[in-house]
């Protein structure tokens, strides 16, 4: 397992870590792959029921890396769109595929993927101290994750339409009003309590686990699928394009970004 997710069993439950702290757990391509693997290997064993997933640090997850990002849109070092994607793609795969139930212990920020993911949990736990953000608008950018098909069912459609088109912070609360979040506890609970439900979970036979979390999600599949293509090819038209610079190099010069003075229509 890799320095950057850690990996624990305990009574038929697998906590997985996401660690880089000092970056806000945001994801570069190593840890879309890592977790991606992780996923893969925890379906795969029969000695695992239930995975729990939160991060170290003040942050659940920042989102992607947007210092790769920037140099991916910018064309550095030669990466291609395929190579510059595998590993988030990947680790949608492995979100799809999974078949036994994901517990999210949502311990800080939650950026982006740190967000959509939350659409394919079966349970999510946060923290008062949690917030939650999809920064597509305001990093000139398309949904992803099949958060435009998943969010609207979770959530509703307007509270989906003011997460994915306002950009703005959501508080835990809030989060819990809607529905992204089935739990609140205080920070230093959020663990225990997250693992007491997964470890309830892990006492059931994985057999029937797999069966009804396969009859929860199987109608869902078309649309995800479907979801994700058109996503994929807004956010590719998009990425590079004059607000996505915009933003990538507003973010690097640490103000805000200024949308108002792009060409008309952008």
């Known amino acids: 397992m890799s320095d950057l997710l850690l990996s624990e069993d305990r009574d038929r439950v697998r906590t997985l870590t996401l660690n880089r702290p000092e970056q806000l757990n945001a994801f570069n391509q190593a840890l879309y792959v890592a ?46 769109e395929d190579g510059a994607s595998h590993g988030f793609v990947g680790l949608l795969d492995s979100l799809v595929a ?5 517990v999210v212990a949502v311990n800080g920020l939650g950026l982006g993927i740190g967000a959509t993911l939350l659409g ?9 101290a949690a917030r939650f ?7 000139g950018v398309a949904p992803e994750a099949a958060s435009s098909f998943l969010f609207p069912r979770l959530i509703g459609r307007q509270n989906a339409a ?25 920070p230093d609970d959020l663990l225990a309590a997250a693992w007491a439900h997964a470890a309830t979970l892990a006492t ?27 996503e994929n090819a807004k956010f590719a038209e998009l990425l590079g394009g004059p607000a996505n ?10 103000r805000e970004p200024d949308f108002t003075r792009l ?4």
Do not use: C, Q
């Open 120 to 128: 394919y949990a079966d349970l999510v736990l946060a923290s008062t």
């Open 98 to 102: 999974f078949s036994k139930p994901l």
């Open 245 to 254: 610079m915009e933003a990538l190099v507003a973010f690097a010069e640490g």
């Open 162 to 186: 003011w997460m994915l088109l306002s950009g703005e912070w959501i508080g835990a609360e809030e989060a819990h009003e809607m529905g992204l979040v089935w739990r609140v506890t205080e």
């Open 35 to 80: 977790l991606a693997e992780a996923l893969r290997a925890a379906d795969e064993d029969p000695e695992v029921a239930v995975v729990l997933l939160t991060g170290t640090g003040r942050a659940f997850s920042a989102g992607t890396d947007l210092v790769e990002m920037k140099e991916t849109a910018s064309g550095v070092g030669g990466a291609t």
């Open 133 to 139: 953000k999809t920064p597509f608008t305001t990093l």
């Open 204 to 230: 059931r036979p994985i057999s029937s686990l797999v069966a009804v979390k396969e009859t929860m999600t199987a109608s869902l599949r078309p649309g995800i699928e479907a979801a994700r293509e058109l």
């Open 263 to 266: 060409p008309p229509g952008v």
